[in-house]
């Protein structure tokens, strides 16, 4: 640690290090502010530095024989703090961050094309390279060659960076920053930072090679408190009719290129395997059309889908399954699916297919289809909700297209959504082969739901959960386990075991605000404020009051009032977005909006956007 540890950080890093060290997982809440990502960062560090010197956890590659430790985190703005936290510690481990192609290029055409995966798979087709970059990389052998690599390795000119270093490092030698990230990892890169996606996104996951990496590495999730609903993203399965359509167009595009190229024969298996997958689809839209056009199914106005549109909701397993034996599938069928999809993409990228006969875009939207389909067989619907949606018909006696003899019922469009209720679904398959998962917030209470949730406790025996207070924070316990499993450390000859070989266990810990903390805060609270007509109405943000009249304008009334009296930043948390939405409506349109800009500077977090615009409205805000 740079600096004395406080109370929490000691705390964090003893239960941290105990978890790693015993190979089960960690639910580890610390208060904002009191430097959970140092003490994480130290800890596990150190552990990892001592299984090296014990020789635990052997890889062919070069560089450490420690487990391997993933960073998780849900923004890039996240990881690149994560670093600079790193880079005030002792610790040098060599380290990549696996950030997008849009984060990395330096092709001045790829850089501004509208699909740069896409653009950059075209521009390194083997045997027609285009791009200087990668071709320059290739040729130097960078960064694999030892005098390149040594600028990765502690002392380095790199031994540490954030994207933006990466990509200047890149300009400075002309080579690929984005495939140097991912040949740094295969180098033998000892921590690893990704974003949530890349580890609980199956297909993202495959790509950059990390499930066969999971078994010996550990995995810390930042700002955990996000992580379930990241998981719940993850496996949803959600399509309009407009997207089962054009991913059959393409598989017709498809079949169409491989039976009408040189080598026909060559692609015949791969030919008919896009005429299953089409007919699959096909199953996919009939099922939909029959669903959107049912008079059965209760149909409602949703005003939150748009103006004419209708949405039917049908929970538990059985409208799932209904849905599954529609579609013919299986879990044995889909496994077949997945495998012969990956094995046809390696042939199409060794032949210099794929992004010219064949485009990379079907193929991505392929694989998390089937990825998602998956996780839905693999729960039986039980994790799942299905949710349909389409254009409401006519009101009666409204006018009607007149339709002459002979031809098609007018195109009703909808769409389905498979939306998963259960974090515990995306997230099995990491934490089952990771040594250890330690989830790291400010907020995660309750943990023992939040740890049922997220299905870290399967293979633990059904005891009750007690609470143990103490000045030293919150311990959630269970009853021990046998010494051998029971997270006890381990002698330092003694490797670290694999995910396979532990009894699993969860601990849950709540460590304590700074000791002083009470002397440095003022709590208030405001029971009312002034509503338009200048009476006193009451600050009710329960669910059933927010739609009272005046409410809302008070709650501005009120906030106003602060943002007078403080000199500096305000921050303002609402209990939903579908309140923060319309009482910023209600504000525009009765002038309160405008006051509020004229005393600070207002920013509205934004919703469902990508993380590069949620991240530019946390830097202005900053």
Not at 3 to 32: C, D, F, W, Y
Not at 360 to 375: C, D, Q, R, T, V
Not at 464 to 475: F, N, R
Not at 565 to 579: R, T
Request: charged share 20%; with cysteine.
């Amino acid at each position: 640690m740079p600096l004395p540890p406080n109370r929490s950080q000691v705390i964090l890093m003893q239960k941290a290090a105990a978890a790693l060290e015993g190979g089960h997982h960690a639910l580890l809440e610390s208060p904002t502010g009191t430097g959970k990502t140092m003490a994480l960062l130290c800890s596990s560090l150190a552990w990892q530095a001592a299984q090296a010197a014990a020789g635990a956890a052997p890889r062919p590659a070069q560089g450490s024989q420690a487990p391997r430790i993933f960073w998780a985190a849900r923004t890039h703005a996240q990881l690149d703090h994560a670093v600079r936290e790193l880079r005030r510690t002792k610790h040098r481990p060599m380290m990549t961050i696996l950030a997008s192609r849009e984060r990395f290029c330096l092709h001045p055409d790829i850089a501004v094309a509208p699909n740069k995966t896409e653009a950059c798979e075209q521009a390194t087709i083997i045997g027609r390279m285009s791009c200087s970059y990668l071709e320059h990389a290739e040729a130097i052998i960078y960064p694999q060659a030892p005098h390149h690599l040594s600028a990765y390795k502690p002392g380095g000119r790199v031994e540490t960076f954030q994207i933006e270093d990466l990509v200047k490092e890149g300009a400075r030698g002309h080579v690929c920053p984005y495939h140097a990230s991912r040949d740094v990892l295969t180098e033998g890169a000892a921590l690893i930072f990704v974003t949530y996606s890349q580890l609980l996104d199956p297909p993202v996951r495959s790509a950059n090679g990390l499930d066969d990496l999971l078994p010996t590495s550990a995995v810390i999730f930042d700002e955990g408190h996000n992580v379930a609903g990241e998981c719940r993203e993850a496996a949803t399965l959600q399509m309009s009719r407009a997207d089962v359509e054009g991913l059959l167009a393409e598989l017709t595009r498809m079949h169409t290129s491989l039976t009408g190229c040189k080598e026909a024969a060559k692609w015949r298996h791969a030919a008919e395997f896009a005429v299953q997958l089409r007919a699959l689809l096909s199953r996919m839209l009939a099922w939909l059309v029959r669903q959107i056009a049912s008079s059965h199914l209760p149909f409602s106005q949703d005003s939150q889908l748009g103006e004419g549109q209708e949405s039917c909701v049908q929970g538990g397993s059985i409208a799932c399954q209904a849905a599954l034996g529609a579609f013919e599938l299986s879990e044995a069928r889909l496994t077949s699916l997945q495998s012969r999809l990956k094995a046809m993409r390696r042939g199409l990228i060794e032949e210099g297919f794929e992004s010219t006969a064949v485009k990379s875009g079907p193929i991505n939207e392929l694989e998390a289809l089937l990825s998602k389909l998956l996780f839905l067989v693999q729960t039986g619907g039980n994790a799942y909700q299905l949710m349909l949606h389409r254009q409401a018909a006519p009101a009666p006696g409204a006018a009607r297209p007149v339709r002459a003899p002979g031809m098609p019922a007018p195109r009703r469009d909808g769409g389905f959504a498979f939306i998963c209720l259960h974090a515990a679904t995306a997230l099995r398959p990491v934490a089952s082969k990771a040594c250890t998962v330690l989830l790291a917030s400010g907020t995660l209470g309750p943990l023992p739901a939040l740890a049922a949730e997220l299905g870290l406790q399967q293979d633990m025996p059904e005891t009750s959960l007690s609470l143990d207070a103490s000045p030293a924070g919150k311990v959630f316990k269970r009853p021990k386990l046998p010494k051998d499993h029971a997270g006890a450390k381990l002698p330092a000859s003694q490797p670290a075991k694999t995910a396979s070989s532990l009894v699993r266990r969860v601990e849950m810990i709540a460590c304590p605000h700074h000791r002083h903390l009470a002397m440095n805060l003022l709590p208030l609270s405001l029971a009312s404020a002034p509503g338009p007509s200048g009476a006193m109405v009451r600050l009710d943000s329960t669910f059933s009051q927010r739609g009272e009249a005046g409410y809302q304008d008070a709650l501005g009334s009120a906030i106003l009032a602060a943002c007078r009296a403080i000199p500096d930043g305000v921050l303002c948390f609402f209990p939903s977005w579908g309140l923060l939405t319309s009482a910023a409506q209600c504000w525009s349109a009765s002038g309160l909006m405008q006051t509020l800009s004229a005393t600070k500077l207002v920013v509205q977090e934004p919703h469902n956007v990508s993380g590069e615009v949620f991240e530019e409205s946390i830097n202005t805000y900053r």
